[in-house]
């Protein structure tokens, strides 16, 4: 999937007129480059529209369902058979109509829009040649699993994006309400046709996918679906019709197709292997090639990004170990001292809801805090609001472990950083703040919140997603907050951005050894717990999200390297010229691109002010 965080897009039309509220941030966007090609602009703008077509929830989560949009507001994305054909062809066509303009006619902004907007296209056909699978936070093998399927984005989707102002708002949720039985009944399908080519998950992500779906199959007044928009048509003095409504549509078209969903995914079960991996499976090998490469946006292979992670993994645990001892911390490997700090109970939260809440408003005074130092190291500012939440109790079982979703674009939703919470052992306090920068601020919510209000990008720029690039920026701000002084008043809170930086690199190590050199479920946990020190439960749900969307947690630490290798031949070159400032704004301004591509802008820069 384009992940969750993938979606930070928008259109240089529906951005005119649009104040965006905000706490009197800077958002003056960059100087603009060359003049564009207003024939060019207008077929980018054309194919972002006909993406918006083809995911009408993703105009929902940006605001843009609305005009002449509005008729989206009613439908969710189709995973059908139709739908997959009709995303399959739009992407043949659009890839023909780029591969007709004539680059060298094209400006150097155009050019570098040609190539990106390129480079998706050409991913998204890679993907689409394998007839089996579905999306997470990446391309992923199992149309439906812990981390894929409707029935895990839908309620969730509805509750907190579908916004219910009148009366035509709820009557647009129950036609949602609606079609979502189908999409429940397409999904199973899907996993039908899918297991008859031999992709089927793991009998450990089956056991985890049923749990949770069962989870949601409970009588209408104690659903989601249902109690959302009961609550939300009340406060807005609706009445109660749609409250019926949502009630009748649950119980005759989305509970049974729950089951029937319950069933077939079920019915896989005498028939599935142990095996984490896509070794072993059809077409696997090629899969995940084709995903890590997507994903990291890359050209290296799994045997390279299994030698970086060791390499990168080993020059951490070694920073570790110091500081470590200056804590007094001797006897054990890095390892088992973390995890003998995971156990302190003075860093624990109680696993109660007072206990998590504290958590959470513990993450949002950290997130409130980094912001007034911003504007000493960024020359633009997202004006956007932005707030820590928990994840649903519903979802926790499987979702992971934190993840950022962007704000409307007009401000009327904040970007939202998700913490899970299922069991606050597995979130000492000295490791939040380092997840609250990566996935709000300086993070996601800034790098996307710019893009978002960078009037100078088209789109479909906006709506680009590089997990390489953007996991890559929220990797390098935890090192950036670090070196600001973040942790000078928490040295604990140091010690849990090295461990994160350490996670990321074993993540390059552990998804390689799954889905190329064979590793199993056990095995990946016991080595995190051994060279993190992680929670076991923290440890075996990042394992189970590797194996249904593989390669993509390889592109956290790829894309670190990056960026800092970028700065660090800027300094080098510049000497006490260089200016952080300038730096931020000569790898934030082009908006996200893959890791190849924003080596050249790098470069580029760096021969420019020298």
């Given amino acids: 999937m384009l992940d969750r965080r993938a979606f930070l897009l928008s259109s240089r039309a529906s951005l005119a007129g649009i104040a965006l509220a905000g706490p009197g941030w800077a958002a003056t966007p960059p100087t603009p480059g060359p003049r564009r090609s207003p024939q060019f602009a207008a077929l980018l703008d054309a194919l972002f529209q006909a993406d918006l077509r083809l995911r009408p929830e993703t105009a929902t989560q940006l605001g843009l369902d609305k ?52 480079y998706t296209r050409r991913s998204a ?74 992709m ?11 749990a949770q779906l069962r989870k949601l199959d409970v009588p209408a ?49 005498p028939r599935a292997a142990h095996d984490a991996g896509l070794n072993t499976r059809p077409q696997g090998p090629a899969f995940y090639e084709t995903a890590l490469h997507g994903t990291t946006t890359t050209t290296l292979g799994p045997d390279e990004v299994h030698r970086f992670g060791l390499d990168q993994a080993r020059d951490i645990s070694a920073r570790l170990d110091a500081l470590l001892r200056a804590q007094g911390m001797t006897k054990g490997t890095v390892g088992q001292r973390m995890a003998a700090l995971y156990k302190d109970p003075r860093q624990l939260y109680p696993n109660t809801d007072a206990g998590k809440a504290e958590a959470i408003a513990y993450c949002n005074a950290r997130l409130a805090a980094i912001r007034t130092r911003l504007p000493a190291y960024f020359k633009r500012l997202p004006p956007y609001r932005f707030e820590v939440r928990r994840v649903p109790p519903q979802t926790e079982l499987g979702a992971a472990s934190a993840f950022s979703q962007s704000p409307a674009i007009d401000g009327s939703r904040p970007g939202l950083v998700y913490f899970n919470l299922h069991d606050t ?31 100078d990008l088209p789109l479909i720029r906006k709506a680009g997603g590089f997990s390489g690039y953007a996991e890559g920026w929220a990797l390098y701000v935890e090192q950036l907050s670090d070196e600001i002084g973040m942790y000078d008043d928490e040295p604990l809170g140091r010690l849990g951005y090295l461990k994160f930086q350490l996670f990321r690199a074993n993540r ?56 800092v290798d970028i700065r660090e031949r800027a300094k080098a070159k510049m000497g006490s010229r260089f200016d952080l400032k300038d730096f931020h704004e000569a790898v934030l301004a082009p908006g996200r691109v893959p890791l190849d591509t924003l080596r050249e802008i790098g470069d580029r820069w760096i021969s420019s002010q020298a």
């Fill in 67 to 118: 005009g002449a949009n509005a008729a989206l507001r009613s439908q969710l994305n189709d995973p059908s058979d139709a739908g997959r054909a009709a995303a399959r062809a739009q992407t043949g066509e659009q890839l023909a109509r780029l591969r007709a303009i004539d680059v060298a006619t094209l400006s150097p902004a155009d050019r570098l829009d040609h190539e990106v907007v390129s």
């Fill in 125 to 198: 056909a890679a993907v689409q040649a394998f007839d089996f699978g579905g999306s997470g936070y990446g391309p992923s093998p199992y149309v439906v699993s812990q981390l894929t399927g409707s029935y895990q984005s839908v309620p969730d989707f509805l509750d907190t994006k579908h916004r219910i102002e009148t009366s035509e708002d709820a009557d647009a949720y129950l036609a949602r309400l609606t079609a979502f039985g189908g999409v429940l009944d397409a999904e199973t399908a899907r996993i039908r046709h899918d297991a008859g080519i031999g």
């Fill in 200 to 210: 089927v998950p793991p009998d450990f992500i089956i056991d985890l996918t049923v």
């Fill in 221 to 269: 007044d104690q659903a989601l679906l249902v109690t959302s928009i009961t609550r939300r048509a009340a406060a807005r003095g609706l009445g109660d019709r749609h409250a019926r409504d949502a009630a009748r549509i649950y119980d005759t078209a989305v509970r049974p197709a729950l089951e029937r969903q319950i069933a077939a995914i079920g019915a896989l079960r």
């Fill in 425 to 455: 052992a597995e979130w000492p306090k000295f490791c939040l703040a380092t997840t609250v920068y990566h996935e709000g601020l300086p993070g996601h919510q800034l790098e996307g919140g710019l893009a978002l209000s960078n009037t």
């Fill in 508 to 563: 390059c190590v552990v998804d390689t050894g799954i889905h190329h050199l064979g590793w199993s479920r056990e095995r990946s946990i016991a080595y995190l717990v051994e060279q993190d020190g992680e929670a076991p439960g923290f440890a075996a749900r990042e394992v189970e999200r590797y194996c249904v969307t593989p390669g993509q947690a390889c592109s956290y630490k790829l894309g670190h390297s990056t960026f």
